[in-house]
């Protein structure tokens, strides 16, 4: 398993392009692996035969761990490297064996009735059988978790691997080291929503341009938590959170400030396509100092977002709508927006945090992209 990454530690091998025994020659694409947020093919090292598959499709392998063996094709394969098998690097002792005492005895039970446990959960040594013989029939276990109030049945189980994964363990990280703290605005979009109008350019690309320019004058929300420093950016890399069909995923915008809002909607429309595609590379999803997260698409007017390590603070967007508001003493009906500013308290402070957001309000509200 190649380190794809610095932090990489383990992959998941998606697929295999060649099948035992099959000839490879040198540099030509030979499996997918998956790291992190990101698939690679990873090239054959040599040309030769695929004389054995060390790890199937699907499987988490330690970063350097054997995954296949290229050799010639009257190459006898050494007795130990044919018994190596990939291990996780969870399984870091063996399991033990359960004492006498702790063995349960034999339940009697029908098929039915030992499915139903199965999806149920339920220890079929706790369930009384009712039939004549004592066995266990399914409308007893079916009382029992009735009676128990257990969980309903599986309808599908899900592997937590990939993507899926990867984005469990750093919003995860994210919730259990940074102490969240969040501040609401509300925006009016009536210029942002002629310009939208006009040209097209979506609001997440306003946005985007939005919070870049404000980055620039308000340098600590552009930070990073390392240790006991604060790390402040001079580049400004905004990361745009996209629903692709592995799971959410960040691509990253660099030096977005320096753009201009026509060149910030070119590159975030190409790096979405190929979030769609599963295509982004590395350097695609990497190196960003601020995320946006826009789930106005969704009728959602306000939520509060979980911040992407390791950085300071990710911007939730609502949706525009129409509302009757108050503007010099006279009420009118304008498209409005709400932002959630959620920020780690251990870099910054509310009242920074709000004056940042205000400066995002201003930009849009003007309209001066």
Do not use: C
């Given at each position: 398993?190649?380190?794809?990454?610095?932090?990489?530690?383990?992959?998941?091998?998606?697929?295999w392009?060649?099948?035992?025994n099959?000839?490879?020659?040198?540099?030509?694409?030979?499996?997918?692996?998956?790291?992190?947020?990101?698939?690679y093919?990873?090239?054959?090292?040599?040309s030769?035969?695929?004389?054995?598959?060390?790890?199937?499709?699907?499987?988490?392998v330690?970063?350097?761990?054997?995954?296949g063996?290229?050799?010639t094709?009257?190459?006898?394969?050494?007795?130990?490297?044919?018994?190596?098998?990939?291990?996780p690097?969870?399984?870091?002792?063996a399991?033990?064996?359960?004492?006498?005492?702790?063995?349960p005895?034999r339940?009697?039970?029908?098929?039915?009735?030992k499915?139903?446990?199965?999806?149920?959960?339920v220890?079929?040594?706790?369930?009384?059988?009712?039939?004549?013989?004592?066995?266990v029939v399914?409308?007893?276990?079916?009382?029992?978790?009735?009676?128990?109030?257990?969980?309903?049945?599986?309808?599908?189980?899900?592997?937590?691997?990939?993507v899926?994964?990867?984005?469990?363990?750093?919003?995860?990280?994210s919730?259990?080291?940074?102490?969240?703290?969040?501040?609401v605005m509300?925006?009016?979009?009536?210029?942002?929503?002629?310009i939208?109008?006009?040209?097209r350019?979506?609001y997440?690309?306003m946005l985007?341009?939005?919070v870049?320019?404000?980055?620039r004058?308000?340098?600590i929300?552009?930070?990073s938590?390392?240790?006991?420093?604060?790390?402040v950016?001079e580049?400004?890399?905004v990361?745009?959170?996209?629903?692709?069909?592995?799971?959410?995923?960040?691509?990253?915008?660099?030096?977005a400030?320096?753009?201009?809002?026509t060149?910030?909607?070119?590159?975030?429309q190409?790096?979405?396509?190929k979030?769609r595609?599963?295509?982004?590379t590395?350097?695609?999803?990497?190196?960003?100092?601020?995320?946006?997260?826009?789930?106005g698409?969704?009728?959602?007017?306000?939520?509060?977002?979980?911040?992407n390590?390791?950085?300071?603070a990710?911007?939730g967007?609502?949706?525009?709508?129409?509302?009757?508001v108050?503007?010099?003493?006279?009420?009118?009906?304008r498209?409005?927006?709400?932002?959630?500013l959620?920020?780690?308290?251990?870099?910054?402070?509310?009242?920074?945090?709000?004056q940042?957001?205000?400066?995002v309000k201003?930009?849009?509200?003007?309209?001066?992209?």
């Amino acid at each position: 398993m190649p380190r794809l990454s610095l932090t990489m530690k383990t992959g998941t091998v998606i697929q295999w392009f060649k099948k035992e025994n099959e000839a490879v020659q040198k540099g030509e694409p030979l499996v997918e692996v998956l790291s992190e947020k990101i698939t690679y093919d990873v090239e054959a090292p040599a040309s030769g035969i695929l004389r054995k598959v060390f790890a199937e499709e699907g499987l988490d392998v330690p970063v350097d761990h054997a995954i296949g063996l290229i050799g010639t094709a009257d190459e006898l394969i050494p007795q130990e490297v044919a018994k190596l098998e990939p291990v996780p690097e969870s399984a870091a002792t063996a399991p033990t064996l359960p004492k006498p005492e702790e063995i349960p005895e034999r339940v009697l039970a029908s098929p039915a009735a030992k499915r139903l446990a199965k999806e149920l959960d339920v220890d079929l040594n706790q369930v009384k059988g009712t039939d004549p013989k004592g066995r266990v029939v399914e409308d007893d276990v079916r009382l029992f978790a009735d009676r128990l109030g257990v969980k309903p049945r599986v309808r599908e189980i899900i592997p937590m691997v990939g993507v899926r994964k990867t984005t469990a363990e750093r919003l995860s990280l994210s919730a259990r080291t940074a102490p969240h703290s969040t501040v609401v605005m509300e925006v009016g979009m009536n210029n942002a929503a002629q310009i939208h109008r006009e040209t097209r350019l979506s609001y997440t690309e306003m946005l985007v341009k939005a919070v870049a320019s404000a980055l620039r004058e308000h340098r600590i929300m552009n930070a990073s938590l390392d240790g006991e420093q604060i790390k402040v950016f001079e580049d400004v890399n905004v990361g745009v959170a996209v629903a692709a069909e592995k799971g959410l995923i960040v691509p990253v915008i660099r030096n977005a400030d320096e753009k201009s809002l026509t060149e910030i909607s070119s590159v975030l429309q190409t790096l979405v396509e190929k979030a769609r595609r599963g295509e982004l590379t590395k350097d695609d999803v990497s190196g960003g100092t601020f995320t946006i997260t826009n789930l106005g698409m969704f009728g959602v007017d306000v939520f509060i977002p979980i911040i992407n390590p390791p950085e300071t603070a990710i911007l939730g967007v609502g949706r525009v709508v129409e509302k009757p508001v108050a503007v010099d003493r006279q009420v009118t009906v304008r498209p409005m927006m709400q932002l959630s500013l959620a920020y780690d308290h251990r870099i910054v402070d509310g009242a920074p945090a709000a004056q940042f957001l205000q400066a995002v309000k201003k930009i849009l509200e003007a309209g001066s992209f």
